[in-house]
């Protein structure tokens, strides 16, 4: 069954440490997809980064990055320098695909990572 | 561009009452899911539409139900409310509507609190 770890329930930094979220997923497709998602306290669901199954590479964005290691089944989220605003829960996900259902699928959400970022 | 809007904000129902929530997409998104957030069972997928058809749902009672019109814009229905249906539950759009698992946009989300 598909599943998405997010061991860390909840992280206290103080502001311009770096900090890491992990994730772990598990999946019987070759083909899926991971995402990060961040919700603030507003409640809406902030998409952060899709990385596709076959696509392993490292990315960067500003102070966001991510690790995707299949070998591991991690997809782990990296905030440099980070900053009283990146307080809020971040979520990883899994794509589900319906092999029942025309091109449909869904989220598989990680139970979510709260960050506090302290000033 | 707006965003996914969804109506109410905020609800408050008693035990056996129903409730019906809305959600406008992003314009041009044909496919709408819902998916329900409580603290104890976190995010779960509720179901998807995609032109009116609902493509896929999961393991929910049939007290929930959902339905999209021709203008995308879908509606979810929760009969004999519990008081266990207390949550916030979210609507996504997507542009794809193909499997490759485009990215999905959520409204704000309309929170229900049953008493």
């Not at chain 2, 058809?53 to 999209?68: C, H, I, M, V």
Request: with cysteine; charged share 20%.
């Amino acid at each position: 069954a598909q599943k998405v770890t997010q061991a860390q329930t909840e992280i206290s930094v103080v502001e311009k440490e770096d900090v890491t979220l992990d994730c772990v997923y598990e999946t019987r497709d070759t083909t899926y997809y991971l995402f990060w998602y961040k919700q603030p306290p507003s409640g809406e669901l902030v998409f952060l980064i899709r990385r596709n199954s076959f696509d392993e590479q490292n990315e960067i964005s500003g102070r966001y990055s991510w690790n995707f290691q299949k070998s591991t089944s991690s997809f782990n989220f990296t905030i440099t320098a980070s900053q009283v605003v990146d307080s809020a829960v971040y979520f990883c996900a899994l794509s589900e695909v319906s092999t029942e259902m025309d091109s449909s699928y869904k989220l598989i959400f990680g139970s979510g990572t709260r960050l506090l970022v302290r000033p | 561009k707006a965003g996914v809007t969804q109506t109410p904000r905020y609800l408050i129902k008693t035990r056996g009452q129903q409730v019906t929530l809305s959600c406008s997409p992003i314009s041009g998104h044909r496919s709408v899911s819902w998916y329900q957030q409580t603290p104890g069972q976190g995010l779960q997928f509720l179901f998807e539409y995609f032109s009116e058809t609902q493509r896929n749902k999961g393991n929910f009672p049939g007290r929930f139900s959902g339905r999209q019109f021709s203008n995308s814009r879908s509606e979810m229905n929760v009969s004999t409310l519990e008081l266990g249906d207390s949550a916030l539950y979210l609507c996504a759009s997507s542009f794809k509507a193909v499997a490759s698992a485009g990215e999905l946009f959520f409204g704000e989300g309309s929170r229900l609190t049953v008493l």
